[in-house]
């Protein structure tokens, strides 16, 4: 067989918005994802508010998450940590190039 491609592949935003968000919750440190939109927003849109904006231009991914952290970690530690994460994680899995991944610190949970 030849190297040469045969057709193409599309890459849905949802896989790319599900990679993001199961990395994110797999870092230690996160609670839990923040929602990006009120509920009035999300009967208009079809981004639901997992907490993760995603957006694709010129074959490069870009992430803005959203994240709400324990109260016992050190918030740059686990934020570089996420970027880390799902950036490799995008470029494994989907093979596209990641332009940032910037992290969205909404609360922190203490549990009360």
Known sequence: MSDKAIGKTTIAPEVLHTIARLTTLSVPGVSRMAPLLNPFDRMITK???????????????????????????????????????????????????????????????YGV
């Open 47 to 109: 981004n639901e508010g997992e907490g993760v904006d995603i957006a694709v231009k010129e074959d490069a991914v870009s992430a803005d998450v959203y994240v709400v952290l324990n109260n016992d970690v050190n918030v740059r530690e686990v934020s570089r940590n996420i970027q880390q994460k799902v950036s490799r994680a995008i470029s494994e899995m989907v093979g596209m190039d990641v332009a940032y991944v910037n992290i969205h610190i909404i609360d922190i949970d």
